[in-house]
C-alpha cells in the first residue's frame, strides 16, 4: 500500500441522486399535485380558442381537451370519449358541445351527453353517461381551469395589475409563438425549475451577462444599465421577503445615465403557487403601474407550459417578453449548436439540470436565498393541504382584490411611501 495521502471528495460511492418528489410531482395523488388542484389553473388564450376545432392539452398528468362550443362557452372534459375511448381531440365542435367522430355521441361544457347519434331516439338513456369535466371560468383574456375536489373550488383570484383596463388598453394572452397560441409555451423539464428561477435573480448578473455578453435587449439604453448586472456587488444590493402570497426580491441599482445618478429598486414578486410578477425589462419606466402575470402551470413531472396576460395598449409588451433575450444577438431558434454552448441563456441552464433536478445534489449557498424561501412556502402548502386545511393563496368569495409588489420604484418614492405608513 502506498504512502501517499488518499484522495478525499471523489465521487466513487456516491449514494443515487434523488430529487424532492412532493415539490416535483404532480400527478394525480401527488402531494404537490393535490395542492396545485386547489388553485385555478391557466388552461388557454380566451382570444386563441375559437369554436373551429378541440385542442389537445395536458395538465397535472392529465390528458385533456379544452374547446369553445358554437354559443361562445368555453370547456375542458377528458380526452377519452366516456363511450369507447376515442379522443375528443378529433371530435366536431357544433352549437351546444363537442360530439366524438367515432359514433357521434356528444356532450356539453359540463360533460352532460346531449346525444347520441347512431342510437333511437337520440339515445333514451343518455342522461346515464357523463364524460368527465372541470369548471372553468374566463378572466383577463385567459381560460382558467379549476381540477380540485368539487366542494373545495375557491373564488377565482383577482389581481390589482390586470384590474379596471385604461382606455386604449386590452389583454394580451397569446404567445406569437407557433403552436403555443392557445394551450401555452411548453417547456421539456420540470415546472420547479422554471418557477424558482423567478426568484433567483442572481443568475441575471453572471448568465445574462458576464458569461454570455448582455441578453437582455435595451441594456444601456431603454432597459438596465450595465451596472445593473455587475456580480461583484450583486449580494449587497439584493433583499429578500415574505409577502401576504408568496416571495418578492428587491435588487438596488443606480441609473446613470444621466448626471445626476438615480437610485432605483427592481422588485419582482412570485405568489403561490406558481405566479410570477415579471416587469417589463426592455423598456424600463421607474414607478410606472405593473402590467403582466405569468403563470408556470405543471404539464407531467417533466413538462411544463407558460401562460400569461398583459393589459396594454401597445402589442409590443408581448414581444418584449417573449423575444426580449437574445443569445449572441440572436433569438434562440437562429443558434448553432456551438453558439448555444458559447452564449447559453435561461433554457440552456434550466433544460441542463436535468427532466427534474438532483435536488440531493445541490450545494446551495447564501445567494440562493430566495429559492430556498419559495421551496420552504411550498412545502408548507403542501402540508396544509394534506392537513385538510386551505394552502395560502387560495381566494376566498369575498376577498379584497390581491395587490402586486412588483415593478421599478425610485428609492426616494419607496422612502416616502414606508415613511408616509
Same mark, same amino acid.
Given at each position: 500500500?502506498?504512502?501517499?495521502?488518499?484522495?478525499?471528495?471523489?465521487?466513487?460511492?456516491?449514494?443515487?441522486?434523488?430529487?424532492?418528489?412532493?415539490?416535483?410531482?404532480?400527478?394525480?395523488?401527488?402531494?404537490?399535485?393535490?395542492?396545485?388542484?386547489?388553485?385555478?389553473?391557466?388552461?388557454?388564450?380566451?382570444?386563441?380558442?375559437?369554436?373551429?376545432?378541440?385542442?389537445?392539452?395536458?395538465?397535472?398528468?392529465?390528458?385533456?381537451?379544452?374547446?369553445?362550443?358554437?354559443?361562445?362557452?368555453?370547456?375542458?372534459?377528458?380526452?377519452?370519449?366516456?363511450?369507447?375511448?376515442?379522443?375528443?381531440?378529433?371530435?366536431?365542435?357544433?352549437?351546444?358541445?363537442?360530439?366524438?367522430?367515432?359514433?357521434?355521441?356528444?356532450?356539453?361544457?359540463?360533460?352532460?351527453?346531449?346525444?347520441?347519434?347512431?342510437?333511437?331516439?337520440?339515445?333514451?338513456?343518455?342522461?346515464?353517461?357523463?364524460?368527465?369535466?372541470?369548471?372553468?371560468?374566463?378572466?383577463?383574456?385567459?381560460?382558467?381551469?379549476?381540477?380540485?375536489?368539487?366542494?373545495?373550488?375557491?373564488?377565482?383570484?383577482?389581481?390589482?395589475?390586470?384590474?379596471?383596463?385604461?382606455?386604449?388598453?386590452?389583454?394580451?394572452?397569446?404567445?406569437?409563438?407557433?403552436?403555443?397560441?392557445?394551450?401555452?409555451?411548453?417547456?421539456?423539464?420540470?415546472?420547479?425549475?422554471?418557477?424558482?428561477?423567478?426568484?433567483?435573480?442572481?443568475?441575471?448578473?453572471?448568465?445574462?451577462?458576464?458569461?454570455?455578453?448582455?441578453?437582455?435587449?435595451?441594456?444601456?439604453?431603454?432597459?438596465?444599465?450595465?451596472?445593473?448586472?455587475?456580480?461583484?456587488?450583486?449580494?449587497?444590493?439584493?433583499?429578500?421577503?415574505?409577502?401576504?402570497?408568496?416571495?418578492?426580491?428587491?435588487?438596488?441599482?443606480?441609473?446613470?445615465?444621466?448626471?445626476?445618478?438615480?437610485?432605483?429598486?427592481?422588485?419582482?414578486?412570485?405568489?403561490?403557487?406558481?405566479?410570477?410578477?415579471?416587469?417589463?425589462?426592455?423598456?424600463?419606466?421607474?414607478?410606472? @403601474?405593473? $402590467?403582466?402575470?405569468?403563470?408556470?402551470?405543471?404539464? &407531467?413531472? =417533466?413538462? #411544463?407550459?407558460?401562460?400569461?396576460? %398583459?393589459?396594454?395598449?401597445?402589442?409590443?409588451?408581448?414581444?418584449?417578453?417573449?423575444?426580449?433575450?437574445?443569445?449572441?444577438?440572436?433569438?434562440?431558434?437562429?443558434?448553432?449548436?456551438?453558439?448555444?454552448?458559447?452564449? @447559453?441563456? $435561461?433554457?440552456?441552464?434550466?433544460?441542463?439540470?436535468? &427532466?427534474? =433536478?438532483? #435536488?440531493?445534489?445541490?450545494?446551495? %449557498?447564501?445567494?440562493?436565498?430566495?429559492?430556498?424561501?419559495?421551496?420552504?412556502?411550498?412545502?408548507?402548502?403542501?402540508?396544509?393541504?394534506?392537513?385538510?386545511?386551505?394552502?395560502?393563496?387560495?381566494?376566498?368569495?369575498?376577498?379584497?382584490?390581491?395587490?402586486?409588489?412588483?415593478?421599478?420604484?425610485?428609492?426616494?418614492?419607496?422612502?416616502?411611501?414606508?415613511?408616509?405608513?
Amino acid at each position: 500500500m502506498s504512502d501517499t495521502a488518499i484522495d478525499t471528495g471523489t465521487g466513487h460511492g456516491r449514494p443515487r441522486p434523488t430529487h424532492h418528489a412532493r415539490l416535483t410531482e404532480v400527478g394525480p395523488g401527488t402531494p404537490m399535485g393535490g395542492a396545485l388542484r386547489r388553485y385555478w389553473q391557466p388552461i388557454a388564450s380566451s382570444a386563441a380558442l375559437t369554436s373551429d376545432v378541440p385542442h389537445r392539452t395536458r395538465i397535472l398528468g392529465e390528458d385533456l381537451i379544452v374547446f369553445r362550443d358554437g354559443q361562445g362557452r368555453p370547456g375542458v372534459v377528458f380526452e377519452r370519449c366516456a363511450h369507447r375511448g376515442s379522443s375528443l381531440y378529433y371530435g366536431r365542435i357544433e352549437e351546444d358541445g363537442i360530439r366524438c367522430c367515432y359514433h357521434g355521441w356528444k356532450f356539453d361544457v359540463q360533460g352532460h351527453c346531449v346525444e347520441q347519434a347512431c342510437e333511437a331516439g337520440g339515445g333514451l338513456r343518455r342522461h346515464l353517461a357523463r364524460q368527465p369535466w372541470y369548471p372553468v371560468e374566463e378572466r383577463y383574456g385567459l381560460v382558467f381551469v379549476y381540477m380540485g375536489p368539487p366542494e373545495r373550488k375557491p373564488a377565482l383570484p383577482r389581481w390589482d395589475c390586470l384590474e379596471h383596463l385604461q382606455e386604449g388598453e386590452t389583454y394580451h394572452s397569446t404567445w406569437p409563438i407557433p403552436g403555443s397560441e392557445v394551450t401555452g409555451a411548453v417547456g421539456d423539464f420540470n415546472w420547479l425549475q422554471a418557477y424558482e428561477n423567478a426568484v433567483d435573480p442572481v443568475h441575471a448578473a453572471w448568465l445574462h451577462s458576464a458569461h454570455s455578453g448582455y441578453q437582455f435587449e435595451g441594456v444601456g439604453t431603454t432597459g438596465f444599465p450595465e451596472s445593473y448586472f455587475d456580480h461583484r456587488t450583486i449580494a449587497d444590493r439584493l433583499t429578500y421577503a415574505r409577502t401576504d402570497y408568496g416571495v418578492k426580491y428587491v435588487q438596488a441599482y443606480q441609473d446613470d445615465a444621466d448626471q445626476e445618478p438615480v437610485d432605483l429598486e427592481w422588485r419582482v414578486e412570485v405568489q403561490l403557487p406558481n405566479v410570477i410578477a415579471l416587469p417589463d425589462f426592455v423598456n424600463v419606466i421607474p414607478d410606472a @403601474p405593473h $402590467d403582466m402575470l405569468i403563470w408556470v402551470v405543471p404539464v &407531467d413531472d =417533466t413538462h #411544463h407550459r407558460a401562460f400569461f396576460s %398583459a393589459r396594454a395598449s401597445d402589442p409590443g409588451r408581448v414581444a418584449r417578453l417573449a423575444l426580449g433575450i437574445k443569445q449572441n444577438g440572436k433569438f434562440p431558434w437562429e443558434l448553432s449548436p456551438e453558439e448555444s454552448r458559447r452564449f @447559453p441563456g $435561461d433554457f440552456e441552464a434550466q433544460r441542463s439540470q436535468g &427532466d427534474i =433536478t438532483q #435536488h440531493s445534489e445541490e450545494t446551495l %449557498a447564501p445567494s440562493d436565498r430566495g429559492v430556498v424561501m419559495l421551496r420552504r412556502m411550498l412545502r408548507t402548502m403542501v402540508d396544509d393541504v394534506e392537513s385538510g386545511r386551505d394552502p395560502l393563496g387560495v381566494h376566498a368569495a369575498g376577498e379584497e382584490i390581491r395587490r402586486v409588489e412588483s415593478g421599478v420604484f425610485t428609492a426616494a418614492r419607496t422612502e416616502a411611501a414606508t415613511a408616509g405608513a
